[in-house]
């Protein structure tokens, strides 16, 4: 069954692909965003099926850019030094020395004296976990935090890459606990301070820091209930104990004393590192961070390059990359903007339904484009339809960014996921059935607090 839906989407893409090429150029859409739309339908199929290795598929992506006259091949290639690439990039070999040091394994049984009274209820303290700290700090950097940590959980359980159900749990939990919480706080994403100031540049206008959560909190809430109640109820779990786990990094932290000279100066990197994601992310990048913090453990010996070599997902590094220039092309090329009018702008709607399309079509285009993006190209037409429509332009902000930061499924729709993606206990095909029904989810919870939770509050849709 799996493989016919497999053939079925290799072959449905490629044939969508050369329709496109060949397709006559429709009013509005010159031929390089035209090719672009085709090369991102190519490159979907290609990531879903998982038909070649993604990485792969993602550096067909990038020399086929040129190829199809989509962007000069210099710009093409200028778009894998993208900022997100090097801030995983750094962060994976943060996660190296968390992993390499031991410094991890006792985080880990720290956590598993906390939340391991059984496997479910491990799996729900990495959700929480991972979502509270998204509330304060980005939310690709939590799961960057967190990778090591639960790499060394799935490990002392002896569970199989790719085989075993609990590891893909714990590696999703982390990612999506990653996501939902970062839409509580401004902290979170870049997305939701870049459409406050979009509305203030556009309506003069401002959220504070706490009205946004007061605005925002019901969704990530009901949405981590759901949740978790398919980690916990729909996904087979294939242990019946997490005891193994917290005997065996017990017996390592044992036998190990006390923290060595290399867990201490890690410690001190890290609580550096997470000082500027915090407090100085106006000022110093996080992507810059994150790679100033992997020198400085190579500098004060904490790690060896071989250590990393063996630790690093490289191939995650170039899927990512590749994504993005894929993406990218279809902004730069105004296919983004030409598909949101071509959905938008001929619809004769009732303002609430518009806001259900607005949030649905947000939600689906993240999941291909950065959420950043996304929100840049949206929430200006948004404005304009909603003007006519007399929608208060609060609504139409929120409408955008909180849908616009959940993408569940696929690996370059945000960095949580490629993150979790890298650790390799999971395939994309196991996540794609999950990530629909978590992205239903939010757009049912998103539903039901536009329509109920915000004219409680004073909030109203039309002006």
């Known amino acids: 069954m799996f493989k016919r839906l497999k053939d079925f989407i290799i072959i449905g893409g490629i044939i969508l692909f050369l329709s496109v090429l060949l397709l006559p150029q429709p009013e509005g859409l010159t031929v390089a ?13 290609l990531w879903i099926s998982n038909a070649i290795p993604l990485a792969i598929t993602s550096l067909l992506g990038i020399t086929l850019i040129p190829l199809l006259g989509i962007l000069e091949l210099d710009e093409a290639f200028a778009l894998f030094g993208n900022k997100a690439i090097f801030f995983i990039l750094g962060a994976l070999i943060l996660a190296a020395g968390i992993y390499q040091t031991g410094l ?19 799996l729900l303290g990495i959700l929480l976990t991972s979502a509270l700290l998204s509330c304060i700090m980005p939310e690709h950097a939590v799961a960057a935090l967190l990778l090591p940590i639960i790499l060394e959980v799935a490990t002392s359980l002896e569970l199989k890459p790719l085989e075993s159900n609990y590891g893909k749990l714990l590696f999703l939990s982390m990612a999506w606990g990653a996501i939902i919480g970062g839409i509580t706080t401004f902290l979170g994403g870049a997305r939701n301070l870049l459409a406050v100031g979009l509305l203030e540049k556009n309506y003069d206008i401002s959220i504070g820091f706490f009205e946004w959560i007061k605005y925002s909190w019901p969704i990530p809430t009901l949405i981590l209930l759901v949740t978790y109640f398919i980690i916990a109820k729909l996904v087979k779990i294939d242990i ?5 786990a917290r005997e065996t990094l017990e017996a390592e932290i044992t036998s190990r004393g006390a923290m060595s000279n290399k867990e201490k100066k890690l410690m001190l990197v890290l609580i550096a590192v997470l000082f500027s994601w915090l407090f100085l992310s106006s000022v110093i990048d996080i992507a810059i961070t994150s790679i100033l913090g992997a020198v400085l453990t190579f500098a004060i010996q904490v790690v060896e390059w071989r250590d990393i070599e063996e630790y690093v997902n490289w191939g995650v590094i170039l899927m990512y990359g590749g994504a993005i220039a894929v993406a990218t092309s279809l902004v730069r ?18 303002p609430f339904i518009f806001l259900i399309f607005l949030a649905i079509f947000t939600m689906l285009l993240t999941e291909g484009i950065s ?19 007399q929608i208060n332009p609060i609504i139409i902000t929120l409408s955008v960014a909180l849908p616009g930061g ?13 993150i979790a993606y890298s650790s390799g206990y999971y395939r994309i095909s196991d996540v794609v059935k999950f990530g629909l029904i978590l ?3 939010s757009w049912l919870a998103y539903m039901l607090v536009a329509k109920f939770y915000w004219p409680l509050i004073g909030l109203k849709i039309l002006m």
């Open 104 to 122: 991890g394994s006792r985080i880990a049984f720290s956590i598993l004296k906390k939340f391991g009274q059984s496997p479910r209820k491990l």
């Open 33 to 45: 965003a035209k090719n672009s739309i085709a090369l991102f339908i190519l490159c979907l199929s």
């Open 406 to 418: 959940l993408a569940f499924s696929l690996p370059m729709g945000s960095p949580p996921n490629a």
């Open 240 to 244: 019946d104990s997490i005891e193994l």
């Open 439 to 441: 992205m239903l989810v």
């Open 371 to 389: 959420n950043a993006a996304a929100v840049a190209i949206i929430l200006p037409l948004a404005y304009s339809i909603g003007d006519i429509y």
């Open 333 to 350: 090329t105004g296919a983004t903007n030409w598909l949101s009018e071509a959905v938008f702008v001929h619809l004769n709607l009732s």
